[in-house]
């Protein structure tokens, strides 16, 4: 489909009537080969860096790889194991699942509010814009999560305070019921990337409605509630969408806070994490190969019913009528 | 855009899939035509390993300016896990340092080359049978430890004595070990505590074992203890964390071999145990103070100690070079200057000859090692074989599911016999 788009649109053809011409008929003069040729450098990469690791790893899943001998054939006995014979893939789901539940809603609603403030003219607007948003730049790398576990951990900044406070922790990093917080909180710090793109849904949003919201006498909660909400509601699905799909794949934060163990008690396992000990340091690559799939149907599903649920809240100028 | 389009579309994959497979053929064959050899050697160490072990390979090439030795070197969990992946996409190097703990994972898998026979045969006279025996798996050598080492138990002498604490003496019982922890912690209510948590660590636990007679991993690979051992070596490191006596389970759960996160280090324990090949150079600046060394305390007047290959030198299956490989293993173990460079920064040298010339050079810590391993040199038992495959992971797992145990999740013998189930799934898939 995207191949279609891209056919050249320009030729008037010999009579100049390129008006007429309903969308999908072609002449068959034209080259599409050309844009085939164009396109090329993204076939290639999507075929041989994305597409064909991807079928090579489905393969995988029915095997039992280890990474050094070649793959033997053993039908769906990694997936049964998985659900079967795995409590440790069980805690990592759930534990996974914990994670997107709190961290995607409170990012989400970080980046709002701080995109909300953001929404007024000033002239130091500029420089907020790019604080607020360096967090995000360093997002995936290595050396915040780091710093983030100092931070948390038994002496750091966030202990001592709360000994001073009178509240003992001994530690968020070690302690099995906050080491999940700290990865959620590293998470929401970086609110920056959906923060952008509210703050340019917001802007979208015309003054008009605001005017004559204003004339009826609504106040600013009012306008929140029954203006900019629905307005932006396209731009928060589609945080939604894609945040969701992040905090599914979060690996770097959980993997250098706890050491690449996923503990204490496999309290911050996230799913990606037991997929990564299982493949390279237990060398069950076919195991892990099917941990991926089953993590690609989730997310697949669970972006479908994002899709669903879409049309109950998410509402499209010009579509008033439907 | 049917036909045509769909052949373009044919031929653009095409030409990938052929770019793509030539860029892999071009691979093999270099470097070996002239008249010098690069082979490369990586290894898992620190950075003062790595300043003495630069060295040595100086002065290897000196001496084999026909040979060009390129190394790389990183943390231990890191190592393997780049090992790993190297090996499975055909760039595995060709010396690399392997564990004891791996080497039949490894071997099995006929990613090594022999090491006993054919082109990569190495000199290993001067290495003693029982150290070697270590890196044998059926029959075949494929590991030769350059150094050795064994467990031992370090304790801060000073604190000790402050403290009341009976110092560790010839025969000494891990009631004993107890009552001297609890000293410690109660004179400085609880800020030191007498001893690290040492419940968690597969090693201590073998010790403990081989001391009643029994061993970690029978001759054929199985499971050498019960649900019964291991409930009662847990109950026994809980009853010195619950009495604080040991370390409370926030530190235990961060000990990851890393003197970064370890509670001896951290000075929130006066105590632990480890192996004796960690003491380097700067291990009392380091820790901050002085640490003597004593064999496990035991009940059965067995230690339970034996001598374990520190690490292996290997020579991968794949290496093009494997008779220049065999030469830089065998100049590491048995060249006296090597040896001289190399010093104990990888535990006390497996070659007698070795050995003799380094003890008497060294002073600080790696004296006290030395001196240790001297000590009780008649009391250790040869290593048992390598460990069977998934090792590695029963390893780890007992250390995760020592954390139920701290953290009070389940009962100890329910954390037991979770460990044993999943224990045996490691090592027999």
């Known amino acids: 489909m995207a191949a279609q788009q891209t056919v050249p649109q320009v030729d008037p053809g010999p009579r100049g009537v390129t008006a007429s011409r309903g969308p999908r008929r072609q002449r068959p003069s034209e080259r599409p080969g050309i844009a085939y040729l164009f396109l090329s450098p993204w076939v290639l990469g999507a075929l041989l860096l994305t597409i064909g690791p991807m079928l090579a790893s489905l393969y995988l899943s029915f095997t039992d790889y280890d990474l050094f001998t070649s793959p033997g054939w053993v039908g769906w006995e990694n997936y049964r194991n998985l659900f079967a014979d795995d409590p440790r893939f069980l805690t990592a789901v759930w534990v996974t699942l914990k994670y997107v539940l709190i961290s995607t809603p409170l990012k989400l609603a970080a980046a709002l509010a701080v995109a909300l403030l953001l929404n007024r003219p000033s002239r130091a607007q500029g420089f907020y814009r790019s604080a607020f948003y360096a967090p995000s730049l360093l997002g995936a790398s290595v050396a915040v999560a780091l710093v983030w576990r100092v931070m948390f951990d038994g002496g750091g900044v966030v202990d001592q305070s709360l000994t001073v406070l009178g509240v003992s922790t001994g530690g968020w990093v070690s302690n099995p019921s906050y080491a999940l917080l700290v990865i959620v909180a590293l998470a929401v710090w970086q609110f920056g990337a959906p923060m952008v793109i509210f703050l340019a849904g917001l802007k979208q949003i015309p003054q008009e409605l605001y005017d004559a919201s204003a004339v009826d006498g609504a106040g600013w909660w009012r306008q929140l509630r029954s203006v900019t909400l629905p307005m932006l509601s396209p731009v928060i699905f589609f945080n939604l969408v894609l945040e969701t799909i992040h905090a599914f794949q979060a690996f770097t934060g959980a993997f250098v806070i706890s050491g690449g163990r996923g503990g204490p008690v496999d309290s911050t396992l996230f799913y990606t994490l037991y997929l990564y000990q299982r493949g390279f340091t237990e060398f069950r690559m076919g195991y892990a190969s099917a941990m991926a799939w089953v993590l690609v149907l989730v997310v697949a599903v669970i972006t479908a019913v994002l899709f669903r649920t879409a049309r109950l809240w998410v509402f499209y100028a010009g579509e008033e009528g439907r | ?429």
């Not at chain 2, 052929?18 to 070996?32: E, F, H, K, Q």
């Not at chain 2, 050697?41 to 290897?60: C, H, S």
Request: overall charge neutral.
């Open chain 2, 1 to 429: 855009m049917r036909r045509g389009s769909a052949r373009a579309l044919v031929l653009v994959a095409v030409s990938a899939l052929l770019a793509a497979s030539a860029a892999c053929g071009s691979d093999d064959g270099g470097g070996s035509g002239g008249g010098t050899v690069t082979i490369r050697f990586d290894w898992w160490g620190n950075p003062d390993r790595a300043e003495v072990t630069e060295k040595a390979i100086d002065l290897f090439e000196q001496k084999n300016p026909n040979i060009k030795v390129e190394t790389s070197f990183a943390e231990f969990n890191a190592y393997f896990q780049k090992l790993a992946t190297q090996i499975a996409g055909g760039g595995a190097p060709d010396v690399l340092q392997m564990d004891y703990r791996y080497v039949r994972e490894y071997a099995d898998r006929g990613v090594l080359s022999e090491l006993d026979s054919g082109p990569a045969k190495v000199d290993t006279s001067g290495v003693t049978q029982q150290l070697l025996s270590g890196g044998t798996v059926n029959g075949k050598l494929y590991g030769i430890p350059p150094t050795q080492n064994t467990q031992v138990f370090s304790y801060d002498f000073a604190q000790w004595d402050k403290s009341g604490a009976a110092a560790p003496k010839a025969g000494w019982t891990w009631t004993d070990l107890t009552a001297a922890a609890q000293k410690v912690s109660d004179s400085t209510s609880g800020a030191v505590r007498g001893v690290a948590d040492f419940g968690g660590i597969e090693d201590w636990f073998e010790v403990w074992l081989r001391q009643q007679g029994k061993q970690l991993y029978t001759a054929d690979g199985k499971l050498g203890y019960t649900v019964a051992e291991v409930t009662q070596w847990w109950q026994l490191a809980d009853g010195l964390r619950r009495s604080g006596a040991s370390t409370p389970a926030e530190l235990t759960t961060k000990m990851d071999g890393s003197q970064a996160n370890d509670p001896v280090t951290q000075k929130k324990a006066s105590s632990g145990f480890g192996y004796d090949s960690g003491f380097t150079a700067k291990s009392w600046e380091i820790m901050g103070r002085e640490f003597k060394l004593s064999p496990f305390p035991s009940n059965t007047g067995k230690i339970g100690q034996y001598a374990k290959p520190a690490m292996m030198f290997s020579i991968s299956k794949q290496s093009g070079h494997k008779a220049e490989a065999a030469k830089l293993i065998n100049f590491l173990i048995n060249d006296l200057d090597a040896g001289k460079t190399l010093g104990m920064s990888r535990g006390l040298p497996a070659n007698a000859q070795v050995r003799a010339q380094v003890g008497g050079t060294l002073s600080g810590p790696p004296a006290v090692g030395s001196q240790f391993e001297q000590q009780i040199a008649t009391q250790l038992e040869p290593a048992p074989p390598p460990p069977p495959k998934g090792a590695g992971t029963a390893k780890s797992t007992f250390q995760r599911v020592y954390d139920d145990v701290i953290f009070e999740r389940s009962t100890i013998a329910q954390a037991a016999e979770k460990f044993l189930s999943e224990a045996q799934k490691a090592i027999s898939t």
